[in-house]
């Protein structure tokens, strides 16, 4: 007999946050009696500081260290022991592929001795589904999921099932917090310093581009963004030797209202679109991954869909950046319907949603990037 998980471990280490969660669902009462009894989230920022930007072997070397520790904190949080978990679902892609076989390789040593089902997950499915893992929320629902790596319009029909209506072609929104923050002098991760100073800023001071912001779809373009605000910072040190702190308050606003502003018309592109295939009274539009956590683009794209007569959903902050209770929350509902093979549990650094989609950052030996 098929043996039902109650409580499930969920382990993230896709990139450099080490993260262990423990989910209890009720398994009498399908899909449904979630609870979140711990999230431990333990951040490398501090190894990468001094870099500006993530470093795939230290990133790897602290994931091993770290996530016995992070899961035994887990446990203790929310008050149980590693024998009565019965499920154990962990990232298996897309990501770094250090971290992701330190993952792997501790879920299945777990797994092993406690003789309980191991499921792999992908990282982006569980930013896509996280919004259920809190809201009632019902499929389809249109998604933005916008992270430091990635950056994509999808439509999500099912807990396996996605519709790409448009991605970045290059960078990803995150990736250009993090570099125009680390040209500015401020501190990593980007996202948080950029957002502080912005609110001290003149949005309006600077005129950066909005590439792609007049074609009439749900692709985008950030590198030359990123490339024109860099001009600008050297520019003003060149003429008058450094940066004052107006200076950087007005870049950093200027340039999140550029970002926002590409979200704003992108996410108006996608909305039409999803509502011209389903046609459905109720529409949810759901901004999900890291930059989620950005109150002004959240505020912004909240009011995009009521706008336009769309259900908007976020998820808090705590689980808008990488975690585990996402990747639990997937396993479960996955363990529950029997949708995995043991092939999920291969490490993929690339793993694309919708897999129908023609590729939007090229094709390398290890499969499509996005």
Same mark, same amino acid.
């Given at each position: 007999?098929?043996?039902?998980?109650?409580?499930?471990?969920?382990?993230?280490?896709?990139?450099? /946050?080490? *993260?262990?969660?423990?989910?209890?669902?009720?398994?009498?009462? $399908?899909?449904?009696?979630?609870?979140?009894?711990? @999230?431990?989230?333990?951040?490398?920022?501090?190894?990468?500081?001094?870099?500006?930007?993530?470093?795939?072997?230290?990133?790897?070397?602290?994931?091993?260290?770290?996530?016995?520790?992070?899961?035994?904190?887990?446990?203790?949080? *929310?008050?149980?022991?590693?024998?009565?978990?019965?499920?154990?679902?962990?990232?298996?892609?897309?990501?770094?592929?250090?971290?992701?076989?330190?993952?792997?390789?501790?879920?299945?040593?777990?797994?092993?001795?406690?003789?309980?089902? &191991?499921?792999?997950?992908?990282?982006?499915?569980?930013?896509?589904?996280?919004?259920?893992?809190?809201?009632?929320?019902?499929?389809?629902?249109?998604?933005?999921?916008?992270?430091?790596?990635?950056?994509?319009?999808?439509?999500?029909?099912?807990?396996?099932?996605?519709?790409?209506?448009?991605?970045?072609?290059? /960078? *990803?929104?995150?990736?250009?917090?993090?570099?125009?923050?680390? @040209?500015?002098?401020?501190?990593?991760?980007?996202?948080?310093?950029?957002?502080?100073?912005?609110?001290?800023? $003149?949005?309006?001071? =600077?005129?950066?581009?909005?590439?792609?912001?007049?074609?009439?779809?749900?692709?985008?373009?950030?590198?030359?963004?990123?490339?024109?605000?860099?001009?600008?910072?050297?520019?003003?040190?060149?003429?008058?030797?450094?940066?004052?702190?107006?200076?950087?308050?007005?870049?950093? *606003?200027?340039?999140? $209202?550029?970002?926002?502003?590409?979200?704003?018309?992108?996410?108006?592109?996608?909305?039409? &679109?999803?509502?011209?295939?389903?046609?459905?009274?109720?529409?949810?539009?759901?901004?999900?991954?890291?930059?989620?956590?950005?109150?002004?683009?959240? #505020?912004?794209?909240?009011?995009?869909?009521?706008?336009? #007569?769309?259900?908007?959903?976020?998820?808090?902050?705590?689980?808008?950046?990488?975690?585990?209770?996402?990747?639990?929350?997937?396993?479960?509902?996955?363990?529950?319907?029997?949708?995995?093979?043991?092939?999920?549990?291969?490490?993929?650094?690339?793993?694309?949603?919708?897999?129908?989609?023609?590729?939007?950052?090229? =094709?390398?030996?290890?499969?499509?990037?996005?």
């Amino acid at each position: 007999m098929k043996k039902i998980a109650s409580l499930v471990l969920g382990l993230e280490s896709s990139c450099d /946050d080490t *993260a262990a969660a423990i989910l209890r669902y009720n398994k009498n009462d $399908n899909l449904c009696g979630i609870e979140i009894l711990s @999230s431990i989230v333990l951040d490398q920022n501090s190894l990468h500081q001094a870099f500006r930007g993530v470093v795939p072997e230290i990133a790897a070397r602290a994931h091993s260290e770290r996530l016995d520790f992070c899961t035994k904190k887990a446990l203790t949080e *929310a008050g149980t022991d590693i024998e009565d978990i019965s499920l154990i679902s962990v990232s298996a892609g897309p990501g770094l592929i250090g971290g992701l076989l330190s993952g792997i390789m501790f879920a299945k040593g777990l797994a092993k001795g406690l003789e309980c089902p &191991v499921l792999g997950i992908n990282h982006l499915a569980a930013h896509c589904l996280s919004v259920k893992m809190i809201h009632n929320i019902d499929f389809p629902y249109l998604t933005l999921l916008a992270s430091g790596g990635h950056c994509q319009f999808l439509i999500v029909e099912g807990f396996d099932k996605f519709l790409r209506l448009g991605s970045t072609i290059d /960078d *990803a929104p995150g990736e250009c917090f993090d570099k125009i923050a680390a @040209s500015l002098g401020l501190g990593y991760p980007g996202g948080p310093e950029i957002e502080k100073h912005s609110l001290k800023g $003149n949005k309006n001071r =600077f005129s950066f581009p909005k590439p792609m912001i007049d074609k009439m779809d749900s692709n985008m373009s950030f590198s030359g963004l990123k490339t024109a605000v860099k001009r600008k910072i050297d520019e003003i040190v060149k003429v008058q030797g450094g940066l004052y702190p107006k200076d950087i308050n007005d870049i950093c *606003a200027s340039f999140q $209202n550029s970002i926002i502003e590409i979200f704003r018309k992108k996410s108006e592109s996608a909305i039409n &679109v999803f509502k011209s295939y389903y046609g459905l009274e109720k529409n949810y539009y759901a901004l999900v991954g890291g930059v989620a956590a950005n109150k002004k683009i959240r #505020k912004t794209l909240e009011k995009v869909a009521s706008n336009n #007569k769309f259900e908007f959903f976020s998820v808090p902050q705590k689980f808008c950046t990488d975690n585990a209770a996402m990747v639990a929350y997937l396993g479960s509902q996955k363990f529950i319907t029997g949708n995995y093979t043991k092939e999920d549990l291969i490490p993929k650094p690339r793993w694309p949603l919708d897999i129908n989609a023609k590729p939007m950052l090229g =094709f390398g030996k290890r499969g499509a990037k996005a």
